[in-house]
């Protein structure tokens, strides 16, 4: 169970994972030595996954981001002995795809992809996309900000 330290730790490291526990330890007033044993328990115990890295898009030429809506073709993938889970695998090993999720409602998966401009994003979708086996339908929404 996590307790009210452990959130104020987290919510620090949610807005900048990079902090030292000196500087953990002046914003939530906690003991640096406290900080840094929770932060190694909450690893430990798999709350904390990892660390990563919020990038600029735009700094880094892929300004273009939307969310790929997906239909699954299941008689296909039955057909070819496979899952929804390998076809998320295979379209998350792309290297534009930043998220994919399996979802309910009228699509079955959605997919995050990031592009330097829109017609690289069309390449993806119908050259690539709509040519993997068991994608039925997509339907595609491009991000106009990211607040």
């Known amino acids: ?13 949610k807005h900048s994972s ?7 330890s002046r914003i939530t007033k906690i003991p640096i030595t406290t900080i840094h044993h929770r932060i190694k328990k909450l690893e430990k115990s798999g709350v904390i996954r ?3 890295v919020l990038l600029d898009n735009k700094k ?8 790929v809506l997906i239909a ?10 496979t899952t929804q889970y390998d076809l ?15 979802i309910t409602g009228s699509s079955d998966i959605v997919v995050k992809v990031r592009f330097s401009d829109i017609e690289h994003l069309d390449e993806f979708v119908t ?6 086996k068991g994608v039925e339908k997509t339907q595609t929404s ?4 990211e607040a």
């Open 60 to 67: 880094i030429g892929k300004p273009i981001a939307a969310y």
């Open 127 to 132: 050259k690539y996309l709509r040519n993997v």
């Open 72 to 81: 699954v073709d299941y008689k296909l993938l039955q057909q070819q002995k």
């Open 88 to 102: 998320i695998k295979k379209l998350k090993g792309h290297p534009n795809v930043e998220e994919t999720a399996i």
């Open 142 to 145: 491009v991000v106009l900000n």
């Open 50 to 52: 990892e660390y990563t």
């Open 18 to 24: 990079n902090l030292s526990t000196q500087k953990i």
């Open 1 to 13: 169970m996590l307790d009210k330290k452990d959130w104020m730790i987290l919510e620090v490291l």
